[in-house]
T-cell receptor
Framework: ETGVTQTPRHLVMGMTNKKSLKCEQHLGHNAMYWYKQSAKKPLELMFVYSLEERVENNSVPSRFSPECPNSSHLFLHLHTLQPEDSALYLC??????????????FGPGTRLTVL | GQNIDQPTEMTATEGAIVQINCTYQTSGFNGLFWYQQHAGEAPTFLSYNVLDGLEEKGRFSSFLSRSKGYSYLLLKELQMKDSASYLCAVMDSNYQLIWGAGTKLIIKP
């Protein structure tokens, strides 16, 4: 148990649907991250939040919209996705704001399939 | 550009020893992480090296040579449950993690 939970674990959606991924961390951490993991590719950092403020957005398409209402919760809102967006979406948290060599703790991910 | 290289897949026998290599070229260096990821599960932290040398944690050890841009993860007394992907990641000068694509380790009886 890593202390980071994600829901749903699996999601199938059409290209015209709107859905949201949820992440919750129970570790009292101050930074949260969204990653995309595609088969046989390195993890791609999508968004970083520090103390509920977005500090990094790695040129992610606008069809992905993050939201961080408080330091324990992180959402990823999805709309008009493409089939190439099918991947495992991982949430992570770390104790301190980015800027130090902190260990990141991951949730189990949401397996997303876009039809 | 920044780059992390590790083998795509390795096979080893239960009870044996396996070494998973990772080489990196990054803009600065603030440490190297190893994570284990079982299929369909969260990556879990294994080790962090920032100084040269070997760090041992039970059956797992991690080695770092900063001058060579090289690390390895050594797994001893392999068990079937060690079948997983092993991810190498380097923290660059901006404290951003640069990830390798992972090494899938298959353990055979």
């Amino acid at each position: 148990e890593t202390g980071v939970t994600q829901t749903p674990r699996h999601l199938v959606m059409g290209m015209t649907n709107k859905k949201s991924l949820k992440c919750e961390q129970h570790l009292g951490h101050n930074a949260m991250y969204w990653y995309k993991q595609s088969a046989k590719k390195p993890l791609e950092l999508m968004f970083v939040y520090s103390l509920e403020e977005r500090v990094e957005n790695n040129s992610v398409p606008s069809r992905f919209s993050p939201e961080c209402p408080n330091s324990s919760h992180l959402f990823l809102h999805l709309h008009t996705l493409q089939p190439e967006d099918s991947a495992l979406y991982l949430c992570a948290s770390s104790p301190n704001p980015p800027g130090g060599a902190d260990t990141q703790y991951f949730g189990p991910g949401t397996r997303l399939t876009v039809l | 550009g920044q780059n992390i290289d590790q083998p795509t897949e390795m096979t080893a026998t239960e009870g044996a020893i396996v070494q998973i290599n990772c080489t990196y070229q990054t803009s600065g260096f603030n440490g190297l992480f190893w994570y284990q990821q079982h299929a369909g599960e969260a990556p879990t932290f294994l080790s962090y090296n920032v100084l040269d040398g070997l760090e041992e944690k039970g059956r797992f050890s991690s080695f770092l040579s900063r001058s060579k841009g090289y690390s390895y993860l050594l797994l001893k007394e392999l068990q079937m449950k060690d079948s997983a992907s092993y991810l190498c990641a380097v923290m660059d000068s901006n404290y951003q993690l640069i990830w390798g694509a992972g090494t899938k380790l298959i353990i055979k009886p």
